[in-house]
């Protein structure tokens, strides 16, 4: 079992979704972190669609009448991925509605500043 | 004995709406003397994200380490590419063998996200809906969360919206707007013949509903986009989708016999059901991306 050199779009996706949550963990700013949460999505979306190729095959809508399951790729990673972009896509938008009305009352994106703020408003 | 008496006391205090208040004073004296543990020493959390270095050496190592553990499953996976992986299974030759008498759509992937697994769908589309509904809780203006600064920079955007000049933008606007928006009810409507579907036919509106909005303004969209007709096509696509699924969940699942004419695949209007879910779909996503953007720039749709 070393297949480290043929699998180099899974490879690509693990590095990705690495970049991405070391992205989230070093960031200050909520909108940095953000996209940092949004490579990690694609990192996944490129791992799914990696696994649903098959090499020399096509894609799976039917051309030239062929009912053949030996001449289409994968069709069921396409429907994860479209569940995950949807997913990702409202997580985003919920969390950037938060980051707004953090912004509103704090005045800063910085993450620790809204800390210390926010441990200053509690009074202790 | 006792364990009874507190117990009514504490469905008495549940019913009078005081249970919080019960047992305060132990709590408060349980939590102060709690608070002054210090488990870590100088090794606890604060300390860490206090030292820059430190905390940015341990993300980056353990953001290492964790690509480094998720190559070696990498290197044990199957190979890229082959026909023999335990991912393509007899699942997918159903799907591509007999979807097309089954569903009677060109298009595997629409024959299976709307006809196999539609509740699925329905469920991404209900996600896109809580979210926008999220969005619209936290950032629709109102009387109590409206400061008079940002009244006097909504008054400004409308004021230039109307009289500033921007002729690349409005003149592009208008010639664009349109195109785009006839490419996706196109996308859209051939969902089940050709790549696409509600959803990319869906953001492909929202991006032509967005272009135009951005050129003439919030005021002129709203002749025509207002809440109220969000709130009508979001609620009426959800239910359309549900009674059309429900429907035929029913009379498969009870064998009634009565199906809906499948027509023949490669025609536009072929493959059952899955056209009107598309239509439902598209607008729903239509609707969504165009509230988001309303909603982030202006506070109201």
């Known amino acids: 079992m070393n297949h480290l050199g043929t699998n180099f779009y899974e490879a690509v996706s693990v590095i990705l979704f690495g970049i991405g949550f070391m992205n989230l963990l070093l960031q200050n700013n909520l909108i940095k972190k953000f996209i940092g949460l949004n490579i990690m999505d694609t990192a996944v979306y490129l791992f799914l669609a990696a696994k649903g190729y098959i090499w020399g095959r096509v894609a799976p809508i039917l051309t030239d009448g062929i009912v053949d399951a030996s001449y289409y790729v994968n069709p069921i990673p396409a429907g994860l991925v479209l569940t995950g972009i949807v997913v990702s896509v409202s997580v985003t938008a919920f969390s950037l509605a938060l980051v707004q009305r953090l912004y509103m009352h704090y005045g800063t994106l910085n993450m620790d500043e809204i800390m210390k703020i926010s441990r200053e408003e509690e009074g202790e | ?301």
């Open chain 2, 1 to 301: 004995m006792g364990e009874k008496k507190s117990f009514w006391k504490h469905l008495k205090a549940w019913v009078d709406g005081e249970e919080v208040i019960l047992d305060a004073d132990k709590y408060i004296v349980s939590r102060s003397v709690k608070e002054k543990k210090n488990w870590g020493g100088r090794y606890s959390m604060e300390n860490i994200k206090g030292n820059k270095k430190l905390y940015g050496f341990l993300s980056v190592a353990i953001s290492v380490l964790f690509i480094g553990i998720m190559l070696s499953v990498v290197n044990d996976l199957p190979e890229f590419g082959n026909p023999s992986n335990p991912a393509n299974n007899e699942v997918m030759e159903r799907y591509l063998e007999s979807g097309i008498e089954e569903t009677g759509a060109i298009n595997f992937v629409a024959g299976m996200i709307l006809d196999y697994r539609a509740f699925d769908t329905f469920g991404e589309s209900n996600v896109l809906f809580l979210a926008v509904m999220c969005v619209v809780l936290l950032l629709k203006k109102d009387k109590n969360n409206y400061s008079e600064k940002e009244e006097a920079e909504n008054w400004e955007d409308d004021y230039f919206d109307e009289n500033e000049k921007r002729p690349i933008l409005k003149v592009g606007g208008k010639l664009l707007a349109p195109l785009i928006i006839l490419y996706g009810i196109y996308v859209i409507l051939n969902g089940h013949l050709s790549p696409g579907g509600g959803f990319s036919g869906g953001t492909i509106i929202g991006a032509g509903l967005i272009l135009y909005a951005s050129a003439y303004g919030q005021k002129k969209m709203q002749t025509f986009f207002t809440f109220r007709t969000f709130t009508l096509i979001c609620v009426a696509c959800l239910l359309t989708y549900c009674a059309c699924k429900s429907y035929s969940f029913f009379t498969g699942a009870n064998h009634v016999g009565y199906e809906i004419p499948k027509g023949i695949p490669g025609n536009i209007l072929s493959s059952g059901f899955i056209l009107p879910l598309n239509i439902c779909v598209g607008l729903i996503v239509a609707c969504t991306m165009y509230g988001f953007y309303a909603l982030f720039t202006k506070g109201d749709i």
